[in-house]
């Protein structure tokens, strides 16, 4: 299974990750991500697979992913370069 982060290099076994270096980074966008995205629309949300869950928590929940992996796509291309 390649690296989560880098999707470079094979991660480490039983890891989603292949070092220390992609393993701070995503650690980095978990941080950024609880900050700085909306918190979930209703309290219900992670309890029951989205069931009951308000559109206005799926649409935060959405958004959240969409800026997961714009974060994760930053990386990649910043990983690229160097």
Known sequence: MKCQ????KEAKTNSIVCGDACNKIRL???RLTN???PTNGCDNCWGD???GCTEKCKDEFRK???FVAELYNLVRGALNVL
Not at 5 to 8: A, L, N
Request: charged share 30%; net charge positive; hydrophobic share 30%.
């Open 5 to 8: 982060v880098c999707k470079i």
């Open 28 to 30: 980095e966008i978990i």
């Open 35 to 37: 900050k700085y995205t």
């Open 49 to 51: 697979l989205h069931q």
């Open 64 to 66: 959240r992913g969409e």
